[in-house]
């Protein structure tokens, strides 16, 4: 079956600094990726999403990166924030429209 | 525009008892879909409604089920709840599902199987 799995469990980062989250996948038909940020007692927020026909997609302040050669797909948080303390899950998305979820990472700013 | 809804919050159930769970997604969305959380398993989608249809269904037991009203509100039901089942249940909506539309979640329900 499809897995979704991020390197890290948590992540420490200095106010400030670049965040970088790593996600890798298995399926290769996979054509569609989100990244959510989960804050605690809220459900899943979408922050950005990316297509298998791209490489690279900015947003403000977060890029998202994927590279299907080796299925990995990593999510960086420019100036990081307080406020961008979270979970933040990948999602892909295959044919099908189903939604396949990695265990998420778990960053905190420190100020 | 109001958000995701979904009631209850909180829900203390017994084994064996059975749960019937509420979501109202944002007005004009036509897809639902419901996810169980867990810390081990993370987010695991349970299926998709659209149209009062079930389009989608990921790989959970038959004891849970769910539908969808003609005003797009879904339910969820669990029968003969299973310490196991203790999770947090996320509803979500879109314009139409699937890749290209952007779900919203609700808050969840927190469910409590003793």
């Known amino acids: 079956g499809e897995s979704v799995g991020l390197h890290l469990p948590t992540l420490s980062v200095q106010e400030g600094d670049n965040s970088i989250i790593n996600c890798a996948y298995s399926?290769?038909?996979?054509?569609?990726f989100i990244w959510y940020k989960q804050e605690s007692g809220k459900g899943p927020q979408f922050i950005i999403d990316?297509?298998?026909?791209?490489d690279k997609r900015q947003g403000q302040r977060v890029t998202v990166l994927l590279n299907k050669t080796v299925k990995h797909l990593s999510l960086q948080i420019a100036a990081t924030q307080p406020g961008d303390s979270a979970v933040y899950f990948c999602?892909?998305?295959?044919?099908?429209?189903?939604?396949?979820f990695g265990t998420g990472t778990s960053l905190t700013v420190i100020p | 525009k109001a958000g995701v809804t979904q009631t209850p919050r909180y829900l203390i159930k017994t084994r064996g008892q059975q749960v019937t769970l509420s979501c109202s997604p944002i007005?004009?969305?036509?897809?639902v879909s419901w996810y169980q959380q867990t810390p081990g398993q993370g987010l695991q989608f349970l299926f998709e409604?659209?149209?009062?249809?079930?389009?989608n269904k990921g790989n959970f037991p038959g004891r849970f089920s769910g539908r969808q009203f003609s005003n797009s509100r879904s339910e969820m039901n669990v029968s003969t709840l299973e310490l196991g089942d203790s999770a947090l249940y996320l509803c979500?909506?879109?314009?139409?599902?699937?890749?290209?539309?952007?779900?919203?979640f609700g808050p969840g329900t927190r469910l409590t199987v003793t």
């Open positions: 979500a909506s879109s314009i139409a599902g699937g890749s290209g539309y952007e779900q919203y």
């Open positions: 399926n290769s038909a996979s054509d569609y």
């Open positions: 990316i297509r298998s026909n791209m």
């Open positions: 999602a892909d998305v295959m044919t099908g429209n189903q939604f396949y």
């Open positions: 007005s004009g969305h036509r897809s």
């Open positions: 409604y659209f149209s009062e249809t079930q389009r």
